[in-house]
């Protein structure tokens, strides 16, 4: 009888060997390598938890970051916005300051002025009376002193200052 073996099939006793060749393999792996590769799995999931842990408190810390950065410009544009304020109300206290000091100057300076007027106006009124009187008397002497030369003038003079009186 001629034994047809269907490839398919395997024969009975490569079965059995593969089968003790497998639990033989498998209790090896059980038995020394099931633990270490178990033990890297594990360790690795925890790797990624962690991992993942500190990515979203990182991104929470980001978040957070950007929220305080966000604030402190809020705060540093309202601190600018407060300078330019006291800056510009500054300016314009400065401002009117010197406008009134120069006003009070200027008034000083006009006041000082007049005064210097009327002081050398009065000195000028002064010399010009002092220069008329001494031309005054000058004319006077002369006058005098050609009337009083002729005697005949003089007696008309002092004659007619008399009738004057008398009248």
């Known amino acids: 009888m001629k ?7 395997p024969e009975l006793g490569l079965v059995v060997w593969m089968s003790v060749a497998f639990l033989v393999v498998l209790f090896l792996l059980k038995k020394f390598a099931w633990k270490g590769i178990i033990k890297a799995l594990n360790d690795r999931e925890e790797f990624i938890e962690r991992s993942l842990k500190s990515a979203e408190e990182a991104k929470a810390k980001m978040s ?3 929220s305080d950065n966000e604030k402190l410009l809020a705060e540093a544009r309202k601190e600018r916005e407060q300078i330019l304020k006291e800056a510009k109300v500054m300016k314009e206290q400065i401002l009117s300051e010197a406008k009134i000091t ?8 006009i006041s000082s002025a007049r005064k210097e007027i009327d002081k050398e ?6 010399d010009i009376k002092k220069q008329v009187s001494e031309l005054s008397i000058a004319v006077a002497e002369k006058v005098i002193r050609k009337e009083l030369s002729d005697n005949s003038a003089h007696e008309a003079l002092v004659s007619s200052h008399f009738d004057q009186q008398s009248n």
């Open 121 to 126: 106006k009065n000195q000028a009124l002064t």
């Open 102 to 109: 120069a006003t009070q100057e200027g008034d000083r300076l």
């Open 3 to 9: 034994i047809i073996m269907n490839p398919l099939l």
């Open 64 to 66: 957070e970051l950007k």
